[in-house]
């Protein structure tokens, strides 16, 4: 259960909610807000009688949840949480699209795509300056460097910019540079960069992790969301399967529970969740018609040269003539 | 490689290919075709000097082939399999849309949601006679007298009718009362059934196992293919996750995979591909969407007294709506 | 709920039964067995009085059943059934090994290599007649010939002779000439072929599907048991999963949990299991150390020339070796 | 390729390797290792030709690697890696037993369970104090004072401690209190962490990732190694798998196919791994008839108050039993 509080409760009423909370024997966990504070409840084996907190002074109301996760899930927020970042609003009916290149390589690079991507329609600019990487020995992106560039980019093009954070430091530094900050796949339960990120006041795109259940993935956004951070976005890019015909595989099924389970707008990264170019055009416009939030799509005009993931880019011009019909299909599908 | 023997050659200029085949020290296997005979290579470790074969008699040309699928490839056939049955093409620009009920359970039942479905836009009626079941206690389905009932639904309107088959038996009961016949999951590697669905000269649909990869699903419908039915349709049915959240994950990405390995016709099950009723309609765009040439839905009227799989059943209103939706997002992604 | 007649019940006795679980609003299943015949209720959702049915004439006794599967679980079956063939018991305290060529190639590599295993200890001799293979172009097996082969063999050294079943027409081949019928991974979910080999009087050894849970094999198994035969043993074979370091998963931890689900022998084939020659000992050892009834390992002297799965195949030497350890282990790990 | 420095080489020899390898296209990294520094090359496509660097002064010897990971290779090192931590060696012929509690709850239950794994025969005592948990409202560990708890077990018992590290914070206070730093699953490509636990002079042990391929955690092991600790341990903890039957599947061949590609020791969870008390000894006795260097168990004299795991506890009397079964097993299994 959730208690909510009045938006001026006092502190006295807070503590006589969690009084109440322990004399029952179970456990208070106060929730900050964008609105007003809660309190959850744990421990509990069954159902509590909400009047025992309903009359209590400061009490808004109580919500019942019935899932692990509390602040992520529909009973707790009946509406879609959208996050507006430039001109872009994910969760509204309008598909959003996140482009550029999976690694900031050079000022060059980065500048040149940033237009192309702009005049081929995307709204949002990406560009990996922390990267992690499978082996020690391959690129790791150039680090605060790569923050800079990406901050011209926006300069110049007006696009606001995701780029990923890898660890405590990284966070601050992206949180500085960027307007959302990419929590990736292999972090996903790394909880104490979870908390950080919930502490922080900008919004955060959380990555499913490679092989994480829907209800792992909302339990790590429960992470974000309980330290005070409501502006979450997740994003499906595919999982680990026996299959080794594509890199991922994309479970856009889980676009479609997660719209009935969450109240949070859900990315789709088909590049990622395909690993090869000539799936990312069909698989972004699958991912537009069973209701993405946005897609997410790596760009390069020389993907021979790229330091990572080339293989998976698409060109600037493919990718305006995928914004296009991406545009028709979200109009159709609705 | 494969040597493709002119329309008019005679049994004498066979049996040259395959002496030469066997010379050098190779196996030959004959592959009855629709147009002509092939000459399938196998035991060859590189490539084989084409004219060594292309100076015979009777040999019109030789195919390279890389992949261990011969005749399912894209380099043995370049353009699109067109599969038609009744007024619906498989395979060709227009997304074809099959449903019906789960199961056939009674005759009322049938031609009652048999007229309902072809109101509501479908082409194609679905409908289980022989049912695999995990069970033994389970229904098992209505078998000959099933058949009889779709074939009377056909009658009445005028739906050409796909139904599944479980072995050699059924198999010849379906060929003689179906339009299609449907080869199931757990019997995608029942390489007796498939060899003998090859000698069939009717459409066939072959339904990807649990957790076949695409080369050992391609590999099975080798078996149908190499006995001389080309007419065959590859379905796409969810795989085997370790997420709980849907019965099965959904492979999208196989049907944009598919469409460059092979000449195939894919369609998409999102009935039996998620096992809930909410995400039927949403995958169902999703798979129109990144080019599946048809989709099959289970719909049921009275989805709470369905003998099998009635969670996953939407209704025929909402078929109605859904084929609408299809037919936009069919044009608009293009 | 299974209702156990009486060794001498009267038919009538039967019917009573029958019609008292009709009544009830269910059904009832006539489950033929070794001693007596049983019957098994489905569609009730809660514990059914058992009054109802002890009071009846020829009726012994009821026992409640909590799992999908009756006759597999150790509910309806406490003891481990043991299973005898030879001087081999699955089932009992010792540990049983299965050895031999993958496939019967030729009379004389299987006479050769069936001396050899016995001599290093076997009490099984194991050999591919028919064999289900992904590609139609791969060695299929030699068939009768190979039946009759191996049936020469076991004149010739004493050993009772294992070997697969892929249809009806091969199941009836099978049980002629050998003395237990293996059912493949692959026809797991074949539900005729399962009801076929449960109408045979000779043992039957199931492995497990690529990707079926412990719940659907013990369902498959469940197909045998139900049609009367209960001369049943299970094959842990290995699993599908995400890392190709192995050909497939050995799932050891299933042999610790069927211990406690069900009371039928469970073999291991470490060779299947893993694909590779230097993991056959190891997984070997591990196996008996947790339990297993047997272990059924890949033998070939010659495995560069092995028409099928040479990389799995250790040679006469090595079992001989292996048999020596197992031996220790088995009583190490009582 | 790595060029091995000799132990009394100068800075200058060093760059004149490093140069060398920049001139031929590559990129050259600095490996410190126990004995002396190597030079690791990457970037080429082919071999290079040790001659290049032989000839160069303070070379020792190059070694050609032909796996991605390079340190963590048996081309590396051929011979075993022995971790000593206290009595206990990983990676000797004798399998080290760790046991203990999931999480240190109080002073009292941990004393109490140290004493008591003790004299059931385990040599090192595991105990979380912090635990990463999917939770936010689960039990997150005592911290800080749990490690002190465990310092005073140490005292107490003699028993050296594995405890794990969440994050850089608690890394440097569990190097501090404890005598082999764990590396949990959920952070297995959590790269900052792996470079930081790299850097310390304290035996590590990384978890392997809940769907991590061989491949990705020994790159994991490569960020440690690559830092300069060698003092590094493997657990195989049981991957996601499609079964629910247990929490995890025990992959115990890759303890065996780990025992031919590296040279580090590996631990087995069978605890975790399984997620069921019944399971623990049968999956102990299977792990040591494979090779494992040590395993790993959860212990709780009263597990059904246990606020972490208990369900997969066993108490101490039930160790006690298994250590001696283990025991004889390891003889028989040599």
Redesign the interface.
């Given at each position: 259960m959730l208690i909510v509080m009045e938006k001026l409760h006092t502190a006295e009423n807070l503590e006589k909610v969690m009084q109440q909370v322990r004399e029952l024997g179970y456990?208070p966990?106060v929730i900050p807000g964008a609105q007003s504070v809660a309190v959850?409840i744990?421990g509990n084996l069954g159902p509590v009688p909400p009047e025992l907190f309903t009359t209590l002074t400061g009490v808004k109301e109580t919500i019942r949840v019935t899932k692990?996760y509390?602040l992520a899930g529909r009973e707790f927020r009946p509406r879609n949480t959208e996050v507006r970042v430039g001109n872009a609003v994910f969760g509204s009916e309008n598909l959003v699209v996140i482009a550029g290149p999976c690694a900031v390589e050079s000022r060059e690079q980065t500048l040149r795509i940033a237009s192309e991507v702009k005049a081929a329609g995307a709204q949002v600019l990406r560009g990996g300056a922390f990267k992690?990487?499978?082996?020690?020995?391959s690129f790791q992106g150039l680090g605060l460097e790569g923050l800079k560039i990406l901050a011209e980019a926006r300069r110049l093009t007006g696009l606001p910019v995701i780029t990923e954070a890898?660890?405590?430091?990284s966070l601050h530094l992206v949180a500085e540079y960027a307007d959302i900050v990419q929590i990736g796949a292999?972090?996903m339960?790394?909880?104490?960069?979870l908390?950080e990120a919930g502490r922080l006041r900008k919004p955060v795109m959380l990555k499913r992790?490679?092989?994480?259940?829907?209800?792992?993935w909302l339990?790590a956004a429960?992470?974000i969301l309980?330290e005070g951070n409501d502006q979450l976005i997740l994003c499906e890019r595919?999982?680990?399967?026996?299959?080794?015909?594509?890199r991922n595989?994309?479970?856009?099924?889980?676009?479609?529970?997660l719209?009935?389970l969450s109240h949070l707008p859900v990315v789709v990264d088909p590049s990622h969740?395909?690993g090869?170019r000539?799936?990312v055009a069909?698989?972004a416009?699958?991912?537009?018609?069973?209701?993405a939030a946005a897609v997410m799509v790596d760009v390069h005009d020389r993907p021979a040269e790229a330091l990572c993931d080339g293989p998976q880019a698409i060109s600037p011009a493919e990718l305006g003539s995928l914004v296009n019909?991406l545009r028709?299909?979200e109009?159709?599908?609705r």
């Open positions: 456990r966990h959850g744990t692990p509390k992690p990487r499978t082996s020690p020995y890898v660890d405590a430091e292999r972090n339960q790394n909880f104490s960069l908390s992790g490679m092989s994480a259940t829907l209800e792992e339990m429960e992470y309980t595919g999982v680990r399967s026996f299959d080794t015909a594509t595989m994309l479970d856009l099924g889980a676009v479609a529970v719209a009935s969740g395909t090869k000539g799936l069909p698989m416009k699958a991912a537009c018609a069973c209701g019909s028709q299909i109009t159709a599908a």
